[in-house]
Each structure stands twice: as C-alpha cells, then as structure tokens.
C-alpha cells in the first residue's frame, strides 16, 4: 500500500493474537473477520504522536474537555461539513450508544413511541425499551440499487411516534441521505412535534462525492432546535477503543434537559480519548484523504464482486465501510443461516437479523486489499460447492 494517492498513510498491523474483539472471535481458526465495524489500519500517526506525549507526562489525574480539543472540534466539523457550531453547543460523551441511549429518555414519556429505520445498527432496536419507550419500525425500501425511507409508513405511524431515531449515514446500508430527504424527516418531527435524535458516527465515511453529507440540524433553524447530533472521531479515525465522543444540541433548553437524563449514568471522558479527539480533527486530514481513497477502491471491489456472485446481491456503499449482503437467495439452496455458512468457508461476517434483517449480512471492507481480495474469493469458493 505505497501508492502516490498517500495510501502510504495507511498501515494494517498484524491483529492475530491481539486484544481485538475483532480478530479473537475466530482465535485458532482460519475465519478472515469482516464483521464488527473497527478498522485493521493502524490510527493516524498524529494521534499517535498526541498519545506519546500525554502518556510521557505521567500524571493521569481527573481532567475536563481544555478550550484548544473544543476548538479543534468546532473547526473541524465547520471545515469537513460546513457546519458553524457554538462551542456551547457540545456535551461530552463516551460514545454515540451512550448518548442515544440518553436521548430515548427524552422522547414523551413511558411508553411513546420512537420510530427507527430497519435494518440499523442494533442498539437503535434496543434503546428505546432500555428507556421504558416503544420502538416503532419502519422498513426501508429497496428501489434499483438504493435504499430508500417508506414514507408512506413513516407518515402512518408519525403520530405514534415522539422521536426519530436517524442514521446519517446509515448503517447498515450504506445511504448518505440528501437534502430533499433530510428536509422531509424535518417536516416530519415539526408536524409531529417529535426529537430527533441523529446519530452521524459515520459523517467522515463518505465515498460518493455525488453523496456529500449534511447535518439534519443545518438546514434550518426549526429543526436545529429539535435535534441532537452525535458524532464521534472513532470510526471515521479508527479509534473506538479510546471512547470519546460528543452530543451536538443547539438548543438550550433540550441541552439542559439531556444533561439532566445523564446525571449519575454517564461517566467523564478518558483523558486520552480527549487527547486523540483533539490530534484527529486538528491533524488527521491527510490520513483520512487516504483512508477514502482506499475505502473507495474497497468498496468498488466488494460491489463489482458481490453482483457477480450467484445468489448474491447488493447496493452500492456511498459513505462507510460497509456494505449491506442480500443473502436471501441462499435460502433455496437450502442455506438458513447465511452466516453460519461463510463463517464455515473462512470468513467471519455480520448477521442481518441482529439488524432487523434475517437473511442478510454485513461485510466490513474496512481492510488491507489483500485481506479483502482472500476473503471474497473464499465467499466465491464457498458458494461454488451449492452447484
């Protein structure tokens, strides 16, 4: 990976044998692991250096969020998205699933409604019972080769609902939402009267620049007043394991009545989360510049190989490293448990159900192209013996 594109950049350590979640779910196995959604490319090296330094200090006392990492975040989001945020604005957290976890409390009372769009990452199926809410599902629509809102659903069950839940982009199929769609979720939860919370872990992932992502909460005042963002530097800068993320709320009075749901659940932030925050957003241009042009290349690759795959099918990734597997057709060949079976030829993906969706997976193309290229020519292999 030594190309003039700057994929020098990109480094993909051995993980075998390590402490990755990722990599030990399969120790002493020959499974390739395109499941949880980590990264193998190594952190950018300013993180690093940013770590070396703090850790040199060797005084890891109690510490708050300090004015140049609450700088470096506003300028960052107002430089990668064009979005002018106070600095007041922002509440600490330790990851987005902590903080939509706080935000379903915010929805009406004890068992209202929160709508979400399946398939999703799993702890949106779970968050709204964790707060004594009701979860309300609304399916996506495949149409060509995109996915797409049901707005004929979503608008029957609005008045059920006292939050949406949003995935910008959404994991797991790949959308970066437009203007025009993001403008029709706002008129929704201003009719409604609804709170959206939007999760945008995933804004810095995005490969289709005919797709570019905007924050819900910039299009206009109205809905800015009525959502909280979350964001986090994990995935778009391959840090999940420092947990360190924040909340977005413009407005003052939803802010202070998120604040008082953390009181007493919500721990402080790791200080070196905080630290490799700051080195990120401040220093990390140049990496991430690289990472998506090799995540691009990545996701040319899973696509043109997946729709050449017999009983295979799948859409295009416009933002994040993941692409979404209909595995359906599996089922005639007797294959119920489309995961179980790759898993059985060597590659370790992610269940579909676990997302609202039985019969699909999840493949994480977030690798070297070398690991990528070895695991889908063993998923080829694999279903080379249902002939």
């Not at 977030?366 to 998923?379: K, T």
Request: with cysteine.
């Amino acid at each position: 990976m030594s190309r003039d594109d700057g994929s020098s950049l990109l480094r993909s350590p051995e993980r075998r044998g390590s402490d990755s979640i990722k990599w030990q779910r399969y120790a002493g196995r020959d499974v390739l692991p395109l499941w949880v959604a980590d990264m193998d490319f190594a952190a950018p090296q300013p993180v690093l250096d940013a770590l070396q330094q703090r850790i040199a200090h060797g005084v890891f006392g109690y510490a708050h969020p300090w004015p140049s990492l609450t700088e470096a975040v506003v300028d960052g989001i107002a430089r990668h998205h064009g979005w002018q945020i106070e600095p007041d604005w922002l509440i600490w957290l330790p990851g987005v699933v902590t903080g939509f976890n706080v935000a379903s409390h915010l929805a009406g009372e004890p068992g209202d409604g929160i709508l979400a769009m399946t398939p999703v990452y799993p702890p949106f199926l779970s968050s709204p019972g964790l707060a004594d809410r009701k979860l309300l599902r609304s399916d996506l629509l495949q149409v060509g080769e995109s996915w797409i809102p049901d707005w004929e659903d979503l608008h029957a069950q609005a008045p059920q609902a006292r939050m949406l839940m949003l995935c910008n982009p959404h994991n797991p199929v790949g959308r970066s939402w437009t203007r025009q769609e993001l403008q029709h979720f706002a008129a929704l939860a201003e009719q409604h009267d609804w709170v959206v919370m939007s999760d945008d872990i995933h804004c810095g992932l995005v490969l289709d620049p005919q797709r570019p992502y905007t924050p819900l909460a910039l299009l206009d005042e109205d809905i800015a007043r009525r959502t909280i963002t979350l964001m986090a530097p994990s995935k778009t800068w391959n840090i999940p394991a420092l947990y360190a993320g924040f909340a977005i709320i413009p407005d003052a009075t939803l802010r202070r009545r998120y604040q008082h749901a953390m009181q007493g659940l919500v721990p402080h932030l790791n200080v070196l989360g905080l630290v490799a925050m700051e080195a990120a957003y401040r220093e990390g241009d140049a990496w991430l510049d690289a990472l998506i042009t090799q995540l691009r290349d990545n996701a040319g690759v899973v696509h043109d190989a997946i729709v050449d795959m017999p009983l295979l099918a799948t859409t295009p990734v416009e933002a994040t490293y993941l692409a979404w597997l209909d595995c359906r057709g599996l089922a005639g060949r007797g294959i119920g448990d489309p995961a179980a079976f790759f898993e059985q030829h060597g590659v370790g993906l992610s269940e579909g159900r676990d997302f609202g969706a039985p019969g699909f997976l999840r493949l994480n193309f977030g690798c070297s192209p070398e690991l990528l290229a070895q695991a889908l020519q063993r998923m080829r292999s694999a279903l080379d013996t249902l002939r």
